[in-house]
């Protein structure tokens, strides 16, 4: 299985413990892995494994925070974090650069760090059903940002 890309273990609230194997899954571009319960250390050892993945899910996991295999995937695009209990970003994130969608919505985030303006790729961010204060101004001069869902958000 060294040459698969795509790889779906979405299994419906089902608790998921990740093979050792995975690490020889290094050219899968498309992991989905949402709506399992996972602990934020399952990926542990996938750090440097999932360079060439473009499309990420971890929807509805269970994560409080953003796994540190995320900072290796230089090529991803797309990265869906919903319906977790994240409570804030970490800078790592400002080394994906090829990100254009990020999903966040339904989390705890109470603030939006001011280096997302830095992730100059970024065109969809979605951070609704979080704990948002106020919209964050800085974003608004985000220069390729063409979706920003903050609707629903704690006033």
Excluded: A
Aim: charged fraction near 15%.
């Amino acid at each position: 299985l060294t040459k698969l890309k795509s790889l779906d273990l979405q299994v419906q609230g089902q608790s998921l413990n990740l093979p050792p194997e995975m690490r020889y899954l290094s050219s899968l571009t498309r992991l989905n892995l949402g709506t399992n319960i996972m602990h934020n250390d399952c990926l542990r050892g996938c750090e440097n494994v999932f360079t060439k993945m473009q499309v990420f899910s971890l929807h509805n996991c269970d994560f409080t925070s953003i796994p540190t295999c995320v900072q290796g995937m230089s090529s991803l695009t797309k990265l869906e974090l919903g319906k977790n209990k994240i409570s804030h970003l970490p800078e790592m994130m400002t080394s994906l650069g090829c990100l254009t969608f990020l999903s966040l919505t339904s989390n705890r985030l109470q603030t939006l760090p001011d280096f997302l303006v830095e992730m100059t790729s970024l065109c969809r961010l979605y951070v609704n059903n979080n704990d948002l204060k106020k919209i964050p101004t800085h974003l608004l001069r985000h220069p390729r940002l063409q979706t920003l869902d903050v609707g629903r958000n704690v006033s």
